[in-house]
């Protein structure tokens, strides 16, 4: 069984930083991405950035320079490093985890970040 715990997430002002870490447990059995997700009051679940197991990186145009995503093989890990933050950024982070050998993506129960204006 694959489990995913996100940390990180918090109060912080408009302009501020904070990091998130995501920690995969169980049989990985070739992860071929990992990324997160946010969901903002009464919004839809949006992809906000992804890592692929060779490294490469895409994100969603708002967070497109304030945001950064790494992962650590070694310890199954991802992490997202979110910059000048905005009252627009508020919102539950999900990580996620995709493996091919089972079809399908895993997923965290979220952790909540909100900046205030």
């Known amino acids: 069984q694959v489990q995913l715990v996100e940390s990180g997430g918090g109060l912080v002002q408009t302009g501020g930083s904070l990091r998130l870490s995501c920690a995969a447990s169980?049989?990985?059995?070739?992860?071929?991405?990992m990324g997160w997700f946010r969901q903002a009051p009464g919004g839809e679940r949006t992809e906000v950035a992804k890592?692929?197991?060779?490294?490469?990186?895409t994100y969603d145009d708002p967070v497109q320079g304030r945001f950064t995503i790494t992962g650590d093989n070694a310890k199954n890990a991802v992490y997202l490093q979110m910059n000048s933050l905005k009252p627009e950024d508020t919102a539950v982070y999900y990580c996620?985890?995709?493996?091919?050998?089972?079809?399908?993506?895993?997923w965290g129960k979220g952790t909540l970040v909100t900046v205030s204006s």
């Open positions: 996620y985890q995709y493996i091919p050998y089972y079809g399908r993506a895993y």
């Open positions: 890592i692929f197991d060779d490294g490469s990186t």
């Open positions: 169980g049989p990985g059995f070739g992860s071929f991405a």
